[in-house]
């Protein structure tokens, strides 16, 4: 059976804290620091790129051509099953 002691556990002396004879007491905490820094100021030059991160300023090249692709280098013949499939899916 889970419960309550019967008989309650007498209360135990807290002891203070004890400080050295002279010694002035503890009024205050150092200050915590602050939840979010200062943002940094902006550079004054431009950022550099990262290397093997592509340059995205540039405009992004027209996507391939997968059904001319699979033509080429698959050796689809223009009438095949595949090319028929590949037509309808891309919509070339």
Known sequence: ???PSKHPRPARATATPRRAPGAPPVTHRPSAPPAHPRPHPRPDHPHEPHPGVPDVSQPVPKAPDV?????RYG???GDSPEAAICDQAYGR
Do not use: P
């Not at 059904?67 to 033509?71: F, K, M, S, V």
């Open 67 to 71: 059904c001319a692709l699979g033509r």
């Open 1 to 3: 059976m889970a419960g």
């Open 75 to 77: 050796g689809w013949r």
